[in-house]
């Protein structure tokens, strides 16, 4: 059966400049550092709309706020992190702008990213056999992680 597919992306000029550390490795990963994230959302269904579209990309406005609001300039700590607290009293002083997330990394970055956009975007779209097939992060040139939905 044919399908129809789209992506949007929000390249690194966005700006989802996040800090986080692998706190699990041994790894220079452990350590704070920082991307300029991209991320790359696919689209799918077997039919288009009466625009003749898979979706409007005008209405994944509210994710590129969502993704903005979680990840530019922000801080992601996991929440089993061991220095959590040390975090939380940081970001109470000013010093960083803190996300708690379960987990870090881009894999787990792009489930959560996955998770959120369907919230988000099939509460009200409501469009009938329209699938988030994918997220991708992206760190840079080099480095992305993918998660494909259920």
């Given at each position: 059966?044919p399908?129809?597919?789209?992506?949007?992306?929000?390249?690194?000029?966005?700006?989802?400049?996040?800090?986080?550390?692998?706190?699990?490795?041994?790894?220079?990963?452990?350590f704070?550092?920082g991307?300029?994230?991209?991320?790359?959302?696919?689209?799918?269904?077997?039919?288009?709309?009466?625009?003749?579209?898979?979706?409007?990309?005008?209405d994944?406005?509210?994710?590129?706020?969502?993704?903005?609001?979680?990840?530019?300039?922000?801080?992601?700590?996991a929440?089993?992190?061991?220095?959590?607290?040390?975090?939380?009293?940081?970001?109470?002083?000013?010093l960083?702008?803190?996300?708690?997330v379960?987990?870090?990394g881009c894999?787990s970055?792009a489930?959560?990213?996955?998770?959120k956009?369907?919230?988000?975007?099939?509460?009200?779209?409501?469009?009938d056999?329209?699938?988030?097939?994918s997220?991708?992060?992206?760190?840079?040139?080099?480095?992305?992680?993918?998660?494909?939905?259920?």
């Amino acid at each position: 059966m044919p399908k129809y597919q789209v992506t949007k992306t929000y390249g690194h000029n966005l700006g989802l400049s996040a800090t986080f550390r692998q706190h699990r490795t041994d790894t220079h990963c452990k350590f704070l550092h920082g991307y300029a994230l991209g991320v790359k959302l696919t689209f799918e269904a077997d039919t288009l709309d009466q625009r003749n579209w898979v979706l409007g990309f005008g209405d994944l406005k509210p994710v590129k706020k969502w993704l903005e609001e979680t990840f530019d300039h922000r801080t992601l700590v996991a929440e089993d992190d061991p220095d959590f607290n040390y975090f939380m009293e940081m970001h109470r002083k000013g010093l960083i702008s803190m996300v708690a997330v379960k987990r870090v990394g881009c894999e787990s970055f792009a489930e959560m990213i996955y998770h959120k956009t369907n919230q988000i975007v099939f509460e009200g779209l409501r469009r009938d056999g329209v699938r988030l097939v994918s997220v991708e992060v992206i760190e840079h040139g080099a480095n992305s992680a993918i998660y494909y939905g259920e």
